[in-house]
């Protein structure tokens, strides 16, 4: 009974490493449609979120099925719940791709403002700290955790950048830029929210694993 519990708890691991994967690739290919002004590949990031959805119901009744038939304990237990959360976490980082293809549709027919030079690092950011995050809680590694936790305020200064020089050197001095100018603060301002989303299931693995609660207490990383 106990290995085929553990077996269960693989397959678990396994459908979130596959949404993991999902949702890494459609911000990659999201932020790929807005340098290409591809609207063809922002449709499909659209169209390709059902997936997503599909995966987050089936690691739920993964989930259901295993505190309801196992009933399991401590470790185990947060590990299975804390499965939900992150599925949770990575459905709503899929959407906020969906959120940028739609503002690649907004200006697919426009030439972009700028040349895109923090946009493109934010999404590298992104990803990591959605691959490490992940990472960190298939492994249970904490220290993992800890620096996907700490990439955070990385992610809020890019996002800050972006928007500084959008107002100031755009904005502020023609606003006819104002059409062009307002997607790409959006489009920072998703990928900043990624990876908060990522910072959350970061949190969750050091629960899981620790039983300690570090959200919005940084300085408890260390202790």
Same mark, same amino acid.
């Given at each position: 009974?106990?290995?085929?519990?553990?077996?269960?708890?693989?397959?678990?691991?396994?459908?979130?490493?596959?949404?993991?994967?999902?949702?890494?690739?459609?911000?990659? !290919?999201?932020?790929?449609?807005?340098? %290409?002004? *591809?609207? +063809?590949? &922002?449709?499909? @990031? $659209?169209?390709? /979120? =059902?997936?997503?959805?599909?995966?987050?119901?089936?690691?739920?009744?993964?989930?259901?099925?295993?505190?309801?038939?196992?009933?399991?304990?401590?470790?185990?237990?947060?590990?299975?719940?804390?499965?939900?959360?992150?599925?949770?976490?990575?459905?709503?980082?899929?959407?906020?791709?969906?959120?940028?293809?739609?503002?690649?549709?907004?200006?697919?027919?426009?030439?972009?403002?700028?040349?895109?030079?923090?946009?493109?690092?934010?999404?590298?950011?992104?990803?990591?700290?959605?691959? !490490?995050?992940?990472?960190?809680?298939? %492994?249970? *590694?904490? +220290?993992? &955790?800890?620096? @996907? $936790?700490?990439? /955070? =305020?990385?992610?809020?200064?890019?996002?800050?950048?972006?928007?500084?020089?959008?107002?100031?050197?755009?904005?502020?001095?023609?606003?006819?830029?104002?059409?062009?100018?307002?997607?790409?603060?959006?489009?920072?301002?998703?990928?900043?929210?990624?990876?908060?989303?990522?910072?959350?299931?970061?949190?969750?693995?050091?629960?899981?694993?620790?039983?300690?609660?570090?959200?919005?207490?940084?300085?408890?990383?260390?202790?």
């Amino acid at each position: 009974m106990e290995r085929h519990f553990d077996t269960e708890l693989a397959d678990l691991k396994g459908s979130i490493l596959q949404m993991g994967d999902l949702v890494e690739e459609a911000i990659i !290919d999201s932020v790929e449609a807005l340098k %290409k002004l *591809d609207k +063809d590949k &922002a449709a499909k @990031v $659209i169209a390709d /979120d =059902k997936f997503i959805d599909e995966s987050e119901l089936k690691i739920d009744e993964e989930c259901l099925d295993l505190l309801a038939l196992r009933q399991p304990m401590a470790v185990d237990l947060r590990f299975i719940t804390m499965a939900m959360k992150i599925s949770t976490d990575l459905e709503r980082m899929a959407d906020l791709a969906v959120d940028i293809s739609q503002r690649v549709l907004e200006l697919a027919d426009k030439p972009l403002l700028k040349p895109l030079v923090d946009i493109p690092k934010l999404t590298l950011l992104a990803q990591k700290m959605t691959r !490490d995050a992940i990472g960190s809680f298939i %492994k249970k *590694d904490v +220290d993992l &955790a800890k620096q @996907v $936790i700490l990439c /955070d =305020k990385e992610a809020d200064d890019l996002r800050n950048l972006v928007q500084q020089e959008l107002l100031n050197d755009y904005i502020s001095k023609n606003k006819e830029t104002i059409p062009r100018a307002i997607p790409l603060l959006l489009v920072a301002r998703h990928l900043e929210r990624i990876c908060d989303h990522a910072t959350n299931i970061a949190e969750d693995v050091i629960y899981m694993v620790e039983a300690r609660v570090v959200k919005h207490h940084i300085e408890k990383l260390d202790k």
